[in-house]
């Protein structure tokens, strides 16, 4: 089962992604489907699929080629400059569910989700909501003195910053905090908080902006003190199930 699923997976991987040019992308969202390089793709996958499968699974390989180009099709009509990123997400979700499904038809493996539901499932659930969005929105409430007059003084400032960009990277940093104190990686952390300091104060320091410089270090510490908090809070409790 998992050596099929492997090589299903690499075929996906070198049809979609290492044997798939940027023109011919191009020319698909261009053209629809009346571009050559549609079917060129599609061929792509089909040898791909027969090499790794060494021309066994012939069934598998017809039914995902052809699900494969109704998925690609369906993609092609609907995208525009809004959706073409949830739209390539629900694509490959859509390839793996294929792939998946193959496999299991191949080799029909247990499915049991009654472990979503166990205490210690639950547990791990509620601490990564916390780490990602409910410890921004404290974050925020904590730094809402600061907010205005850090904003008043950066619109003097070169450039701008992406739509969102602290929030993604708070909610990253978060996660990898709480993932190296689950696996016990302490001195990770220390090298994460390292590398943000090279990247964000070196920055700072140039701008000569004092109560920038204060407020980011006072987010970080926040960003870092929570998750690592919640690592070890939640350390604790899973042990003691």
């Known amino acids: 089962m998992t050596l099929l699923a492997l090589k299903l ?3 996906h991987f070198i049809g979609d992604f290492v044997l798939q040019p940027a023109h011919w992308v191009a020319d698909k969202l261009q053209k629809k489907g009346r ?4 079917y060129f793709h599609i061929g792509v996958h089909l040898l791909a699929l027969l090499l790794i499968l060494q021309f066994r699974y012939l069934g598998a390989v017809v039914c995902i080629v052809v699900t494969h180009l109704l998925i690609d099709l369906g993609k092609l009509y609907l995208t525009n400059q809004k959706n073409y990123r949830w ?19 191949a080799h029909p493996f247990p499915i049991d989700l009654s472990g979503l539901w166990e205490e210690k499932s639950l547990l791990l659930a509620t601490f990564l909501v916390f780490v990602t ?25 070169e450039g701008g910053s992406l739509k969102n960009a602290g929030t993604y990277i708070g909610m990253l940093e978060r996660l990898f905090v709480f993932g190296f104190i689950l696996i016990q990686q302490w001195a990770a952390i220390g090298l994460l908080i390292a590398a943000k300091s090279v990247f964000r104060f070196g920055d700072l320091n140039k701008g000569k902006n004092r109560k920038l410089t204060e407020y980011v270090l006072i987010g970080t510490l926040l960003s870092f003190g929570l998750a690592i908090l919640s690592g070890m809070l939640y350390t604790h409790l899973s042990e003691s199930m």
């Not at 571009?35 to 549609?38: F, N, R, T």
């Not at 997400?89 to 038809?105: M, N, R, T």
């Not at 969005?133 to 008043?152: T, W």
């Open 133 to 157: 969005f409910v410890s921004g929105i404290i974050m925020r409430m904590l730094l809402a003195p600061y907010i205005d007059e850090i904003a008043k003084e950066d619109e003097s400032g």
């Open 35 to 38: 571009s050559k390089y549609l």
């Open 9 to 11: 997976l690499l075929a």
């Open 87 to 105: 739209l390539f997400v629900l694509d490959q979700v859509l390839h793996l569910l294929v792939i998946a499904s193959i496999v299991y038809w």
